[in-house]
């Protein structure tokens, strides 16, 4: 019946009918980030310090900003509380910790995202600074007048998608207090590069591109494009044209020559006469110079030139490889070394010009020969995933694929304490989409690339067969999104479903396939432009189709109520498995029409029910467009409650939980705890960086989260945010109740890594004790205490006081032992593995003023252990039982070396000679005669406890026959010791009677109790 009850009041809320919003914090709830980082991802910018190269900083499309003092062998993220897409970093060389930093990448593929303006740092990244230039979008350069720091000038490349905003050149004069307009063509025309003379920073060459994108076409060129200088900082500009070629231009890249002002070099998007062009009088006229693929190709991706800062003739230019030419643009080189496709960014450090940094879609490289071998950056999470899946694996497993490195899965606990690099398999490459396991075949992994795509791999042999479906005779061709859908069904393990602009399903995992649908979207031949897109450059890569099915849902309840998005507008629903559909989408209220359909989540609750979001940013509109069904699509609700911001990507409903949904935009995941009412950005540990993908792992109740920038992070524990409802919402404190924790086994780890990996952490290893609070502690004790099962105080731990959601975390393993001093490298690693918290029901009560909270935590053994309860607990007996006596003979040893150290000092002499037995006997217990490596010194009964405690604390089993003996010989020869300690406290405390009679200071030593807590 409390079931029944719950599962109604749940439902109620989902209807609408709780329309009081639940306004929870999340407190110490984090999500955990696990990278990766062995393919990284694109970055859009680099700079650094030349007189320190070992100091620059790299900007990512989706990824923030990442500072490195140490040549990349250690990166930190600094830019982690603001807009993830950065667009160009300029440093002031003369004032290395002041960096400006523009928003909003400028290689604006279809899948970019979007910048909120500039910001600026003094102190090296601690702190920022917003300076204005909100409606740019995208920056594409920033440069410094090394005259006068207050003066930047800005390269706004403008909106994307629509016309309008701030394009162009801008300037400050005051560090970006006010901004002046000082270049501007038109409202489709923004700047795409921006160069200053090396010796006159009033004299600037602007590079301006009329540009726009569609969701099916893409415009490079128009009458806007063109090369402009000023001579007087801006305030005049005039339009240069002699020796470029006629006729419209596209995007162009223009750099001065550091070393030579005269020598200006410029690559040109242009019908005729594409490619690089140079300039011997300092941007006055050019000529032609090399037209080859290197410099030619693709040029709204690849258009930046960077040349040598002490050699005019030595060029970088990015493209699909790196080209470098060495004698003025003659001839090119292509890069090799295993660099990744798709160069970006270049920085070559003035002081050494062999030190060349490089950006590319698949993140950062060195080189140290001035760009003949580099090597790769491995710690910089910046994976660019599209979406991803978890399966039911212990740990279990995440599968995602991403913008230009493939399709990947990874493990979500690393078995060496961490997930590393190493722990991650590629089982498809292209850009990679959907990916997912076969719900029951281990092996099978099913992956798609861009346009189609589709492959099912083997885990076993590595090998993958294409099971895309092909028309049949006579069928029209079918169109497959960059990014085509693939749904796995919840009732058919064999079953998924692929689109088209039909949708198909599959019985037997893809080696046939039936068509299941009439063409689902408008197949309006307006919007089927994509062989012609690109503009003056045509650029078909399949990322430009459209009127194609981009979502498909199955739903959990139903096997026969399917789900349909397009991405022209349409939301169709079938009710019995695709015989019939309805196309719903004209139900929606305050839908713009065509607007993209880019998720469906049918409810694991209700057959009924479905969750759907819509994206109209690549028509310009960046509203949020979330809405609900609960009657098949004949009505909807909208669900953009206060607190959502960015146009939205993916929703899910918790399966568990009805009024709790999980929301990816462009700018971070949502919560909302009342069914949409309200939404909360989640901002712990997770960077407000495009959200695309959304999985839950039900049997590890656990949130996985695929960013578009960021990799992958999870929020481990669900319990706090299932059970946070209106309820609860004004409990002084409210315990919730969460799963037993697995008191796992440690792993051995490798060993000798250093730095320039990255390591995903794993899910904390301690219990957890979760609370909630409706306000914050602030005045009186707050104490929380662990009991065990017989009421003996565990362990007393800091309470969490804020308000929202506390997680204290208690470890499952006892501190080190204290220890006697000893040289012996054996023993010294002899108290690492500390035992464990046994398995079984704990007391946890909190003392907040007056007031007593309990609650109940479990811990329980590993399922998947070899080893038989009575095996673990006589382990951690004998493992308690040296532990125990580790701790002991370090308070007897520190006993007797305070009653030595003060009888030594006194003139008595009966006294002090028993200073001196006490420091003769004190000297057997402990080998101090070793070196902490290879002279082990002589053995006494502190080396032998802590070496037989090394042995058996590293086997989690039964300990051998010949420990168990040794154990309990060591244990009759500690006896011994205490007995002898024992005589010498009795002497000890008649002497103070002595002392005393006299009027001195007696001897004074602390008890096991004081020692303890010493």
């Known amino acids: 019946m409390k079931v029944c009850f719950t599962y109604l009041l749940c439902l109620l809320s989902v209807c609408g009918l709780a329309q009081e919003p639940v306004n929870i914090s999340f407190g110490a709830l984090r999500a955990r980030s696990i990278g990766p980082a062995v393919m990284s991802g694109r970055i859009s910018t680099v700079d650094g310090v030349h007189r320190e190269p070992n100091l620059f900083y790299i900007g990512a499309a989706n990824g923030g900003v990442w500072k490195t003092r140490s040549g990349g062998a250690s990166f930190d993220p600094i830019f982690d509380d603001y807009t993830q897409s950065i667009g160009h970093i300029t440093i002031d060389q003369a004032h290395p910790d002041t960096v400006w930093v523009g928003t909003g990448e400028p290689w604006v593929r279809n899948s970019v995202s979007v910048g909120d303006g500039i910001y600026v740092t003094l102190n090296g990244g601690r702190t920022w600074a917003k300076k204005g230039l909100e409606l740019s979008e995208r920056i594409a350069k920033i440069q410094i007048d090394p005259n006068n720091p207050s003066t930047v000038y800005v390269a706004a490349q403008g909106p994307l998608w629509n016309t309008g905003g701030q394009r162009g050149v801008y300037k400050t004069e005051d560090f970006g207090d006010t901004w002046q307009h000082v270049l501007s063509v038109d409202d489709k025309t923004g700047c795409a590069d921006l160069t200053m003379h090396p010796e006159n920073p009033n004299i600037l060459i602007a590079a301006m591109w009329d540009h726009q994108r569609y969701p099916d076409f893409f415009r490079s060129g128009g009458a806007g494009s063109g090369l402009y200088m000023t001579t007087d900082g801006g305030e005049n500009w005039r339009k240069i044209t002699t020796g470029l070629p006629s006729g419209e231009l596209g995007r162009m890249a223009v750099e001065f020559a550091p070393s030579n002002g005269e020598v200006v070099y410029l690559t040109v998007e242009a019908a005729e006469g594409k490619g690089l062009y140079k300039s011997y009088d300092g941007g006055q006229s050019f000529e032609f110079v090399n037209g080859e693929f290197g410099v030619t190709v693709r040029p709204f991706y690849f258009s930046r030139l960077t040349v040598d800062p002490t050699d005019e003739n030595k060029i970088y230019k990015c493209g699909l490889n790196l080209s470098i030419s060495e004698d003025g643009g003659e001839g090119f080189r292509q890069v090799g070394s295993g660099v990744h496709s798709d160069i970006h960014a270049i920085w070559v450090s003035k002081s050494n010009s062999d030190y060349v940094v490089i950006g590319t879609d698949g993140g950062g490289y060195r080189s140290l020969d001035g760009g003949y071998l580099f090597e790769m950056f491995m710690n910089l999470p910046l994976s660019q995933f599209y979406h991803i899946s978890v399966d039911n694996d212990t740990p279990f497993n995440v599968y995602g694929g991403l913008q230009d490195n493939g399709t990947w899965f990874g493990p979500s606990r690393g078995s060496s304490g961490m997930i590393r690099n190493s722990d991650w398999d590629i089982t498809n490459w292209g850009d990679g989409f959907y990916s997912f396991r076969h719900p029951t075949k281990k092996e099978i992994v ?52 692929f689109a088209s602009q039909f949708l198909f399903r599959s019985e037997d995992m893809g080696d046939s396939w039936d068509r299941i649908s009439p063409d689902l979207t408008t197949n309006d031949p307006e919007r089927q432009r994509q062989r012609e897109s690109g503009g003056i450059s045509i650029d078909n890569s399949t990322a430009e189709n459209n009127t194609t099915i981009y979502a498909v849902c199955e739903s959990p309840v139903d096997e026969n109520v399917i789900w349909a998005g397009t991405d022209d507008g349409n939301l169709q629903v079938t009710q019995n498995g695709g015989a019939d559909w309805q196309n719903v ?61 960015g146009y939205a990507h993916v929703i899910r409903q918790d399966p568990e939980v009805a009024s709790l949904l999980y929301a990816g935009t462009e700018f971070g995941l949502y ?74 086994l440690p792993r051995m780890s490798r060993p000798f890594g250093g730095a320039g990996n990255f390591a995903g952490g794993n899910p904390s290893a301690s219990a957890e004790i979760a609370y909630y609070m409706k306000k914050r502690h602030t005045f009186g004790k707050m104490r929380l ?53 046994t398995e079984g029901e704990y007391t946890v009560r909190i003392t907040k003023g007056k007031r007593t909270f309990e609650h109940q935590i479990a811990l329980k053994p590993d399922e998947n252990s070899l080893y038989s309860k009575e095996e673990r607990m006589l382990q951690q007996k004998v493992l308690k039982d040296l532990y125990d006596m580790t701790e002991q003979l370090a308070h007897v040893y520190g006993a007797l070396e305070e009653m030595e150290q003060q009888a030594t000092k006194l003139e008595e002499p009966t006294i002090k000679s028993f200073g001196e037995e006490v420091a003769k006997y004190k000297a057997t217990l402990v080998s101090l005669d070793g070196d902490f490596y290879v002279n082990e010194g002589e053995e006494a009964i502190r080396e032998e406890i802590s070496q037989l405690y090394l042995g058996v604390s590293t086997y989690p089993g039964k300990p051998s026959d010949r420990q168990i003996q040794k154990a309990a010989m060591l244990a009759e020869a500690f006896s011994e010791v205490k007995s002898t300690y024992a005589d010498f406290e009795s002497r000890a405390k008649a002497h103070n009677k002595k002392l005393l009679a006299e009027g001195k200071k007696p001897l004074v030593w602390k008890t096991f109790e004081q020692f303890k807590k010493a």
């Open 446 to 497: 099913y992956a798609e690339s861009q346009g189609g795509n589709l492959v099912r791999f083997n885990k076993f042999d590595g090998q993958r067969k294409d099971i895309k479906p092909l028309p049949e005779e006579g069928e029209p061709k079918y169109r497959f999104n960059w990014n085509s859908p693939i749904a796995i069904s919840t009732h058919q393990p064999d079953r998924i479903y």
């Open 585 to 645: 989408v004209q139900n929606i209220d305050g839908l713009p029409r065509g607007t993209w359909c880019s998720y469906v989540e049918a409810s694991p609750h209700d057959a009924a029910t479905a969750f759907v979001t819509f994206d109209g940013h690549k028509g310009g509109d960046q509203d949020i467009y979330v809405y609900r069904t609960n009657d098949y699509g004949q009505s909807w609700t909208s669900l953009v409650g206060d607190g959502i911001k």
């Open 671 to 744: 919560i909302s705890l009342d069914a949409g009412l309200s939404w909360r950005r989640f901002k712990n540990n997770l960077p407000a960086t495009s959200v695309r993908a959304i999985d839950i792992q039900e049997e590890e109740s656990t949130l996985a989260i695929g960013t578009h920038g960021r990799g992958i992070y999870f929020i481990d524990n669900l319990g706090p945010l299932r059970q946070s409802s209106s309820e609860i919402k004004d409990s002084i404190l409210h315990f919730y109740d969460l799963p037993p924790t697995v008191v796992r």
């Open 785 to 837: 205490e662990v009991f065990d099962q017989d009421g003996n105080l565990v362990k007393e731990l800091p309470a969490g006081k804020s308000a929202g959601i506390n997680i204290v975390q208690l470890p499952l393993r006892l501190p080190p032992p204290k220890s006697a001093p000893t040289k012996n490298r054996m023993a010294l690693f002899g108290s690492l593995m500390t035992p464990a918290l």
